[in-house]
């Protein structure tokens, strides 16, 4: 019993991959290279398109078009941001739900960070 509970604490402890995009929205996210630091995410939609909820840790976004996106939050809040090409952006961990809003696709690489940020 004590092994069981020794891994719950340890399952508990990990990072929350349970709403993994790669699982939630497939048809959106495709895996392009992962290591044991980082996981590279090649993501694409079309306007009018809706994710799944999901899960991102800390990422770097680098956007390969421009686009406008709507985040939808867990709590309700959201959030509207624009992406002009080229732009790169360090985002915090989070989970949403995205959605284009705009006229154009969105194409964007994310680099998902494994290992927590030094303080």
């Known amino acids: ?9 340890v399952v508990s402890a990990a990072p929350a991959w349970s709403a993994d995009p790669l ?7 495709k895996l392009v290279e992962e290591n044991a630091r980082v996981r590279v995410l090649r993501f ?7 994710s799944t909820q999901h899960t991102h840790p800390e990422f770097v ?7 406008k996106r709507r985040l939808i939050f867990p709590d309700g809040k959201t959030m509207e ?3 002009k090409e080229g732009e790169v952006v360090l985002m915090p961990a989070q989970t949403h739900v995205g959605e284009n809003i705009g006229t154009t696709d969105t194409e964007v690489l ?3 960070l494994k290992e927590p940020a030094r303080k």
């Open 110 to 112: 994310l680099v998902e």
């Open 61 to 67: 976004l680098y956007a390969l078009s421009p686009f």
């Open 44 to 50: 694409h939609d079309k306007p009018g398109d809706k």
């Open 81 to 83: 941001r624009e992406f």
């Open 1 to 9: 019993m004590r092994w069981f509970i020794a891994v719950l604490a």
């Open 23 to 29: 699982k939630t929205d497939p048809d959106k996210y």
